[in-house]
T-cell receptor, first 112, second 113 residues
Framework: KQEVTQIPAALSVPEGENLVLNCSFTDSAIYNLQWFRQDPGKGLTSLLLIQSSQREQTSGRLNASLDKSSGRSTLYIAASQPGDSATYLCASPKGNDYKLSFGAGTTVTVRA | EAGVTQFPSHSVIEKGQTVTLRCDPISGHDNLYWYRRVMGKEIKFLLHFVKESKQDESGMPNNRFLAERTGGTYSTLKVQPAELEDSGVYFC???????????FGSGTRLTVV
């Protein structure tokens, strides 16, 4: 069973500061790891998907790294903006299973 | 392309009643998943369809929950009878066969009172 943990549970930063969100997982034999964003009352929006063979993925101001040996992934958001305020979740399947195990999420508030 | 559509977006029912949630996946996506998040907990897997067949229903909490996928298109999740602990947000997701990137719907918030 894949267990995913996210720390911290909540984060508040001033606009312009870089964000660092952490995700750890117990089973290093992962197939991939996915980062999602959830706005209040909305669904999950996929941000980045990192395959097990990759070390990182980048999309605009977002960069996600993957270190299987230590069981960690980090999501970096550069030059944060108030519009980045949301809950960020990481999820990974166990092996090549389709079932995703989710972390509890990190709720980010970017203060203008 | 249209995304994953779920309805209703909200449902408030009394304990003991029946509720049916619906999910319309992205056209052409054979994989369809149901997940839910109950208060204070992580999002948990419920079940996985490949076309009209249940591939994995190991996450279904008990036999009060029944999922169907008619003709491999839309899916319904029925809760009968609903209990207070069933309250939460129910998410549906879909993906193409062999693809691990999921597209999630906006969820149905179920409140059982």
């Amino acid at each position: 069973k894949q267990e995913v943990t996210q720390i911290p549970a909540a984060l508040s930063v001033p606009e312009g500061e870089n964000l660092v969100l952490n995700c750890s997982f117990t089973d290093s034999a992962i197939y991939n790891l996915q980062w999602f964003r959830q706005d209040p009352g909305k669904g999950l929006t996929s941000l980045l998907l990192i395959q097990s063979s990759q070390r990182e993925q980048t999309s605009g101001r977002l960069n996600a790294s993957l270190d299987k040996s230590s069981g960690r992934s980090t999501l970096y958001i550069a030059a944060s903006q108030p519009g980045d305020s949301a809950t960020y979740l990481c999820a990974s399947p166990k092996g090549n299973d389709y079932k995703l195990s989710f972390g509890a999420g990190t709720t980010v508030t970017v203060r203008a | 392309e249209a995304g994953v559509t779920q309805f209703p977006s909200h449902s408030v029912i009394e304990k003991g009643q029946t509720v049916t949630l619906r999910c319309d996946p992205i056209s052409g996506h054979d994989n369809l998943y149901w997940y839910r998040r109950v208060m204070g907990k992580e999002i948990k897997f419920l079940l996985h369809f490949v076309k009209e067949s249940k591939q994995d229903e190991s996450g279904m909490p008990n036999n009060r929950f029944l999922a169907e996928r008619t003709g491999g298109t839309y899916s319904t999740l029925k809760v009968q009878p609903a209990e207070l602990e069933d309250s939460g947000v129910y998410f549906c997701a879909s993906s193409q066969v062999g693809v691990y990137g999921y597209t999630f719907g906006s969820g149905t918030r179920l409140t059982v009172v």
